[in-house]
């Protein structure tokens, strides 16, 4: 998966299987486990319209949003932040978060959490049902 010629490493969205567990397609990309980052992880988030990323929060973490292609509305403790093409977010630790897919086409977004929990499992904790509770999460940790 990653190809690391040196002290850099690099990873392609295809290689990478997306967890559907809080719906959408969720790539944890840069992490602990695929390039040995010690900081934080980035991923990729891809939604079709009306799809959504189930809320949550992460309890060590702040997140990083940047919405590439779309029109997201993201909502922080319950408020809706729009957030269109071009435009980044910041979310501190802690707060719930969920994105939603406000327009009509496919919504892509690339995050970055950091800095990373004490464990893997600590470092995102649920607020909402999930739609495939029983696929896998995005792997972070090694």
Do not use: W
Request: glycine share 14%; proline share 8%; aromatic share 4%.
């Amino acid at each position: 998966m990653a190809d690391s010629g040196g002290s850099a490493a690099r990873v392609a969205l295809v290689d990478v299987v997306a967890s559907r567990r809080q719906g959408g397609r969720v790539r944890a990309l840069l992490t602990p486990g695929s390039v040995g980052a010690v900081s934080g992880f980035m991923g990729h988030i891809e939604l079709g319209p009306g799809e959504v990323v189930t809320e949550h929060y992460h309890p060590f973490s702040d997140k990083f949003l940047y919405v590439v292609e779309g029109s997201a509305v993201v909502r922080v403790n319950g408020e809706a932040v729009a957030v269109e093409s071009d435009e980044a977010l910041f979310i501190t630790r802690g707060q719930r978060n969920r994105i939603e897919n406000s327009g009509d086409g496919v919504l892509r977004a690339v995050f970055h959490v950091a800095p990373l929990a004490p464990r893997p499992e600590l470092g995102h904790v649920d607020t909402e049902p999930v739609p495939e509770p029983g696929c896998v999460p995005p792997r972070v940790g090694g």
